[in-house]
């Protein structure tokens, strides 16, 4: 089936839920359920990779009292601030992460949906996973695109508007930037050569509107709109509608030139995700993003105190199989349904579509 035949429905998808949640006339909306939050003092949990750390970035730039106290990198390792590093307290935020016990900014998939398994008992598992995110959205915020649009995790077939195939395809960072001005808390862009670049191409922004163009077109325009033709992400979005072949490839290399000129390692790769998990890479990153950006430093103490924060391994972590040949069976359900509760109490947890594994339910504790 072709991606024509269910244009007309997942445009409609992506109006109803970016025009829903990011009005911030609506108390109810997430744009204005974030911005209510901005001026308390909050806690952030992060991603340590190039989304995350943006994201992070721009948060913190808005909201004075909020900083970030853990990041998980390579989803095996916690790096903690040390006032946090005896186990995670209460009332965090994650960013670029998705967890049912707090407030989360995520771009993942985290919902199961209809489909009926076969096996009873994990079937039941899925049901109570799915309820179980519903009954917290009520209660935190979940600025996740893929809830607000009801994506489908079990299905990642194109016959389905709904399913994972056609699912919020950009960054955390590009529907963040959405949702701050949205918020009327916009950040400020000091920098127009790589700072609008870089929060395009998070998560591989740049090259998902060309390769994907069928569902980014949709999602990326409507979100766009929504926010309106004078905002930062309007302006975003036809940086890269508009651009030639070269021109992010330009950007990347000019940035090198940069660094190599000032004798520093390299923190990003040529598709500009981080060039590895290291603390002291991201160090680098963290500073170069504060010099670009002008924005405030996010750490709690700052980045000066990074070296003193503690490593500390990923408490648990699981996987159920969903496709592939390593798909759940009557032999491995009672391991996946323990899986899935386990998930309950994670500090991240989606589904990831793909891969030489097969499609899986991914999620990971704290420490």
């Known amino acids: 089936m072709s991606a024509q035949s269910t244009a007309t429905e997942r445009r409609r998808i992506a109006i109803s839920a970016l025009a829903r949640e990011l009005d911030g006339s609506n108390p109810a909306s997430s744009a204005a359920r974030l911005s209510e939050m901005l001026d308390t003092p909050r806690q952030m949990i992060v991603s340590a990779d190039i989304d995350g750390l943006v994201s992070a970035a721009m948060l913190a730039s808005v909201a004075p009292s909020w900083n970030v106290v853990g990041l998980v990198a390579s989803s095996s390792k916690w790096l903690l601030h040390p006032s946090v590093s005896n186990e995670p307290p209460a009332g965090l935020v994650a960013v670029d992460l998705f967890s049912l016990n707090h407030d989360s900014i995520s771009n993942h998939v985290v919902k199961y949906g209809a489909k009926r398994p076969m096996l009873l008992n994990l079937r039941a598992e899925w049901q109570a996973w799915d309820a179980a995110v519903a009954v917290a959205a009520q209660k935190r915020l979940f600025a996740v695109p893929s809830i607000w649009a009801g994506t489908q995790g079990c ?36 920098d127009r050569h790589y700072l609008p670049w870089l929060v395009a191409n998070c998560d591989g922004g740049v090259s998902t509107y060309t390769k994907y163009a069928a569902n980014a077109r949709v999602w990326w325009a409507v979100m766009a709109g929504a926010v309106g033709p004078a905002s930062l992400t309007e302006q975003v979005f036809r940086l890269v509608d508009g651009m030639r072949p070269h021109d992010f490839l330009d950007t990347v290399n000019a940035l090198d030139r940069e660094r190599q000129a000032s004798g520093l390692d390299p923190w990003l790769n040529d598709d500009w995700n981080l060039a590895n998990s290291q603390a002291t890479t991201i160090e680098r990153c963290l500073r170069w993003l504060a010099d670009l950006t002008g924005w405030r430093d996010p750490l709690l103490g700052g980045i000066d105190s990074f070296a003193g924060w503690v490593e500390k391994p990923v408490k648990a972590s699981g996987a159920v199989y969903i496709g592939g040949a390593n798909v759940t069976t009557k032999s491995t359900e009672a391991a996946a349904v323990a899986s899935l509760q386990g998930a309950r109490s994670a500090l991240n947890a989606n589904f990831y579509h793909g891969g030489f594994s097969g499609s899986r339910f991914n999620w990971i504790g704290g420490w």
């Open 155 to 190: 299905y990642d077939d194109a016959a389905k508007a709904d399913s994972s195939k056609w699912k919020y395809p950009l960054g955390t960072a590009q529907i963040l930037l959405a949702l701050l001005e949205a918020a009327d808390r916009p950040p400020k862009f000091f």
